[in-house]
């Protein structure tokens, strides 16, 4: 017989488990101890929600689920935010949270919420463990769910008393399984259709981020000379300095790119789904849709394909690629000049050194301080639109941001878990200061797991994206300014290295000497985000004369 905390702490060893992260409450005290002896490492954090965005980042970069921890009540309500992040961001995540033992009473309703009812609709499953004989089996299913596609988050709720009774479970051996590939028929019907289109254009979106899936899609870009273009999550699965690349649907209409994809009469999607804020919005008379993903798509008002592959993506698109042949009736003139005149937008706004710093600027030159394998995280603010906009991505999962909860306070704890995933990558997270400010006692964390670690801060002293919003809108003006700390002084409070620029020139030389010093460097960027209409619709202005 064994404790079943001991147990857990077994089978999560079983699963491959190597972090913890979170902040336990005297209800998870005896699989603290379990811990103890394990080669799991706890990562405390100073905040539940810095816990769960880890965890849900950890699952997001190697494919296994992460793992969090909290205790009841207060502890689990500050799950919430994760929960959703995970699960609208297909990120495999398991949560454990504490309860009150639930085989006698010990001080009535004190801190109890029911949690698991809570968690319902932020999972794919949500249950509590009420016999430890039951505890093993339930976190193989928890590890098999989280990472079937779509991914997402789970909820495994461990009352004290069930943690510290013994048990004989057995530990369930992990198994994995090919998934199911597409009927070929359904291959030859969109191929056909491909063929049959005047200017096909491919999109890759969140669910094409897998492992294996950028040779296939490289192939068939190669093979078939279609352009292609992306959501904001499916920046980085192929190189973004291709030729065929179009860029990225940073926005959902009335963008250049916009101008491409209205032009186009069939648009093969490979990975997009409805969670995501649409890259386009389809109507009765716009293109036509292929999509292919693990499963069938979501049909909404602005998104219903007529064309579905249902399966792996990697096998679906090599089976497409084993049939596709370039046609010469096809034609990309037209997509392809609006790419010059993107391409050309991007690089007129990396050379205004003006000050406070422009958002294109400000995008060029984080660029250039990044190497090709380093990760930038976003925050979620308006300098979130310039990025996934003008930021040429590289290689897959370089550029980490949120468009499915498009939560702020995610940029910091999303840079520390992708540090601790790759301890010899570079690592930014780049947040604006209201984003910044929701989770920035993280500092700490950073700074006692002694991670290597830049912190870019866009300071409009305002939270800028509601105030173009507000703007766009028609409103007046008001109620979005706030003061800052002394963000220099606040870094260092922390043990961190704070970092002000004063003028443009000095950012690229800062960022660099930030990654060749160790520690973790805050850097206060101010920026002017008054021509953030004129510089955006640029492209626009420019290809329409
Ligand atoms: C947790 C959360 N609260 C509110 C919002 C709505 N929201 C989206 S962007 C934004 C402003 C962001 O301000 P800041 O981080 O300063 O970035 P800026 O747009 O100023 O660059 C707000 C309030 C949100 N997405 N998430
Ligand atoms: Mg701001």
Redesign the pocket.
Known sequence: MVKTSDLIVKALENEGVEYIFGIPGEENLDLLNSLKDSSIKLILTRHEQGAGFMAATYGRLTGLPGVCLSTLGPGATNLV?PAAYAQLGGMPMIMITGQKPITKSKQGRFQIVNTVEMMHPLTKLSKQVVHGHTVTSIIREAFRLAIEERPGAIHIELPEDIAGEKSDAHIYEKTSYRRPVADSHSIIDAVHRIHKAKSPLILLGAGANRKRTRDAIKYLIDKSGIPFFTTQLGKGVMDERSPLCLGTAALSSNDCVHTAIDSSDLIINIGHDIIEKPPFFMTRNSFEVISINFFAAHVDDVYFPQVEIVGDISDSITQISQHIEKQSHWDFGFILKIKKALDAGIKEGADDNSFPVQPPKLVSIVRNAMPSDGIISL?????KIWFTRNYKAHEPNTILLDNSL????AGLPVAIASKIVYPDTNVMAI??????M?NSQELETAVRLKLDLAVLI?N?S?????KWKQQEMGFEDFGLDFGNPDFVKYAESYGASGHRIGKTEDLEPLLNKCFETPGVHVIDVP?D?SRNNELLYRCMTVFKK
């Open positions: 935010t925050d979620n603010g308006l300098y498009a939560t702020m306070g947040c604006g200061d209201g984003g910044f929701m866009v409009d305002a939270y800028g994206m509601i920026v985000y």
